[in-house]
């Protein structure tokens, strides 16, 4: 049962299903592709680093979704909106920490230069990441920039 559950529920995680109607913003995913293309992180690990980076670089255009994260997954709902943002992003971190990943570039052994390899990756192909194709190569650096 627990198998069958376990399935059920990456199926419709992974399918699609979920996110009709609904903008959705893979950047982290990407930017973690690259990571892991470049230097062999595996991409959980690569999520563990970038996520945290791409909630705070973003956190003014995505301030009612970290809000409503924060108050659904966080239980966080005392405080001004600024500072429950900041816990959102830091209860994040800390439950990466908490299953042994690294959250920093650093930590994990990359060098100083990884924010501009991957922006050089990610331009070289033209990309356009997020849900509003605004993240190319110079924010991506800025993400892993906050990461180090």
Request: proline share 3%; charged share 25%; aromatic share 6%.
């Amino acid at each position: 049962d627990a198998r069958a559950n376990l399935m059920w529920c990456a199926t419709h995680g992974l399918n699609g299903l979920l996110g009709c109607g609904v903008p959705g913003d893979w950047s982290t995913h990407m930017i973690g592709h690259e990571l892991t293309a470049e230097y062999g992180l595996d991409h959980a690990r690569s999520l563990a680093i970038v996520l945290p980076g791409v909630m705070q670089y973003k956190r003014s255009q995505k301030r009612e979704r970290l809000l409503q994260y924060g108050q659904r997954v966080w239980g966080i709902d005392a405080g001004d909106e600024e500072s429950r943002i900041d816990e959102a992003i830091a209860r994040t971190e800390a439950f990466f920490r908490s299953l042994g990943f690294a959250t920093r570039l650093s930590e994990s052994g990359l060098p100083a230069e990884a924010p501009q390899v991957i922006e050089r990756r990610l331009d070289s192909r033209g990309a356009q990441l997020g849900e509003h194709k605004d993240i190319r190569g110079p924010q991506a650096r800025e993400i892993l920039s906050l990461r180090i």
